[in-house]
């Protein structure tokens, strides 16, 4: 059986494939953007419930990883996936603006996200100083948060 026709038919597919998606890609932003539909609603509608089973898991374990510098690679490794987690959940908050003082909201996510990603970067470079200053920032930015919109009640702590 002669497969040469059925594998070039396969190949010309893929690279046409290949070729549309790559095209429609945003290259100078890493990967492709996502438009915001229905599809995108929130499960939860409940804050509270979305905070606490969203962020409170990973904050807890990033607190106890950060009473230390990790010892090791393992340790380090933890410490970039919860970093990263935590920096990119922010990125479902903007979706859960309130109506009142919404601007304040995206504020306030937009600085959590962006002290996160300095902690996932921190955390990449082995940089223990760096990374927790970039956590206590962090967490004061989510403070922030919970004094305006929660009468200041879930501070975190370091």
């Not at 109506?99 to 902690?119: I, M, N, R």
């Amino acid at each position: 059986m002669n497969f040469t026709r059925p594998l070039c038919a396969v190949v010309v597919v893929g690279a046409a494939i290949g070729y549309v998606v790559a095209s429609s890609i945003d290259a100078s932003a890493g990967y492709a953007p996502i438009a915001l539909s229905d599809e995108a609603a929130p499960v939860e509608d409940s804050m509270h419930e979305f905070m606490e089973y969203v962020f409170q898991p990973t904050y807890l374990r990033l607190k106890s990883t950060m009473a230390a510098a990790p010892a090791d690679n393992k340790g380090w490794k933890a410490l970039k996936s919860d970093s990263l987690i935590l920096a990119e959940s922010c990125n479902l908050l903007f979706g859960r603006k309130p109506d009142e003082h919404g601007d304040d909201w995206v504020k306030h996510a937009a600085a959590s996200k962006s002290q996160g990603a300095a902690l996932y970067k921190a955390a990449r470079e082995k940089n223990f100083e760096s990374a927790t200053a970039a956590w206590k920032s962090m967490l004061d930015n989510c403070n922030g948060c919970h004094r305006q919109f929660e009468s200041g009640k879930h501070i975190l702590q370091p």
